[in-house]
Antibody
Framework: DVQLVQSGAEVGKPGESLKISCKGS????????IGWVRQKPGKGLEWMGI????????RYNPSFQGQVTISADKSTGTAFLQWSSLKASDTAMYFC?????????????WGQGTLVTVSS | EIVLTQSPGTLSLSPGERATLSCRTS???????FAWYQQKPGQAPRLLIY???RRATGIPDRFSGSGSGTDFTLTISRLEPEDFAVYYC?????????FGQGTRIEIK
């Protein structure tokens, strides 16, 4: 079975760096794109970007370009979302998700979410 | 960026009733690249419909999708207790992919 397992909740301070992870299993990690979706408290879903782990081809939503970095480690089958300098507005739940096949596909599989809280 | 506008914001219905949710896009979207998701509190979203009308694996047939161009609809023929949740539409044919703001179905 396809599974995406995300790292646990994080608390950080403004200005700190942070990296959260999403480990894929039950499929060939390098064959499928993995995306990230933000959900602020009580709000809707925002598509942040997506990466193809085989060659690290990454596409960002312009709203998130330069604000976060998406990466992947083929050797461990893990995708990452990282911030170099957290802001209070980064407080949200972050989901990783995998399309059924290609880049232009719906997200069929989702991680359980990682809650990031940024507070001084 | 294609903006998706869902209506209504909240639907108050009783179990057994029919739910009709609307999603309007700011530009024409190919039905091949249109989806609906369900999200319950504390859970990740779950894919219901892709390609505008194709049910995802394991989704009951009381869920159906339709539409084309700029107007898409999700219909739940008879609401079950587990269907009370928030529903999001998404287009995934243009970059960036975008979601609607959600429609909440609450128990009347």
């Amino acid at each position: 079975d396809v599974q995406l397992v995300q790292s646990g909740a994080e608390v950080g301070k403004p200005g700190e760096s942070l990296k959260i992870s999403c480990k894929g299993s039950g499929y060939t990690f390098t064959d499928y794109w993995i995306g990230w979706v933000r959900q602020k408290p009580g709000k809707g879903l925002e598509w942040m970007g997506i990466i193809y782990p085989e060659d690290s081809d990454t596409r960002y939503n312009p709203s998130f370009q330069g604000q976060v970095t998406i990466s992947a480690d083929k050797s461990t089958g893990t995708a990452f979302l990282q911030w170099s300098s957290l802001k209070a507005s980064d407080t949200a739940m972050y989901f990783c998700a995998r399309p059924s096949s290609g880049l232009a596909d719906s997200f069929d599989y989702w991680g359980q979410g990682t809650l990031v809280t940024v507070s001084s | 960026e294609i903006v998706l506008t869902q209506s209504p914001g909240t639907l108050s219905l009783s179990p057994g009733e029919r739910a009709t949710l609307s999603c309007r896009t700011s530009q024409s979207v190919s039905p091949a690249y249109f989806a609906w998701y369900q999200q319950k509190p504390g859970q990740a979203p779950r894919l219901l419909i892709y390609g505008a009308f194709r049910r995802a694996t394991g989704i009951p047939d009381r869920f159906s999708g339709s539409g084309s161009g700029t107007d898409f609809t999700l219909t739940i023929s008879r609401l079950e207790p587990e269907d009370f949740a928030v529903y999001y539409c998404q287009q995934y044919g243009n970059s960036p992919r975008t979601f609607g703001q959600g429609t909440r179905i609450e128990i009347k």
